[in-house]
């Protein structure tokens, strides 16, 4: 084979293999879409269900503010009386966050992620989709490398860890939207 031929048949296979490449970014870009499209669902209907309610006024009183939360949190679980873990992070959703946070844990900040998951404490029980986060227990905060690499969540929403699992929170309800079951090696 010549060398031209040889140059062929090299620029060929590097052009495959961008093509399989660009395959698995178009293919990893949707499950985000989707993710982003399940979350704008949420959203919407959080929406709903707030704009029933009188709104929370500016105050520093822990009562007015845990009974709006509470109000919200209820007529949220009512609305959603059937949602089940995977409503949000599918199977296919859970797995790409899966990559992603492998993805945070290789880098040149592992050892500070493992270091910082360590030393959390535990949040045990585990927590249930729909249910409120329970006052009692801790918020575990979620490494700062491990959120550069999962998608943004709007201001009402945060990640939390819990063990092995990534759980989505709405803050102003203190509810479980949905849980990411093993996604913490």
């Known amino acids: 084979m010549s060398a031209a031929e040889l140059f062929v048949l090299a620029s060929f296979g590097s052009a495959l293999l961008s093509a399989q490449d660009q395959k698995q970014v178009n293919a990893d870009a949707a499950l985000i879409e989707d993710f982003d499209k399940r ?11 707030e704009s029933g309610m009188s709104k929370l006024k500016p105050t ?7 009974r709006h939360e509470h109000e919200l949190g209820h007529r949220i679980r009512s609305a959603r009386a059937g949602a089940k873990q995977g409503s949000i992070f599918t199977p296919e959703i859970t797995g790409e966050f899966r990559r992603l946070i492998a993805l945070a844990m290789k880098g040149s900040n592992a050892e500070h992620v493992h270091t910082s998951l360590r030393n959390a404490e535990p949040v045990r029980p585990l927590l249930r989709v729909n249910e409120s986060y ?3 227990l ?22 939390r860890i819990d063990g092995h699992d990534l759980a989505l929170r709405d803050l102003g ?13």
């Not at 979350?39 to 269900?49: D, E, N, P, S």
């Not at 309800?173 to 090696?185: G, K, S, T």
């Open 39 to 49: 979350i704008a669902g949420y959203l919407k209907l959080r929406k709903t269900v």
């Open 60 to 66: 520093n009183a822990p009562d007015g503010i845990l």
């Open 134 to 136: 329970p006052h009692k």
């Open 138 to 159: 801790p918020l575990q905060s979620t490494p700062p490398s491990i959120l550069l690499n999962l998608p943004g969540l709007p201001r009402e929403l945060e990640y």
């Open 173 to 185: 309800a203190n509810l479980i939207v949905d849980i990411a079951p093993n996604v913490i090696p």
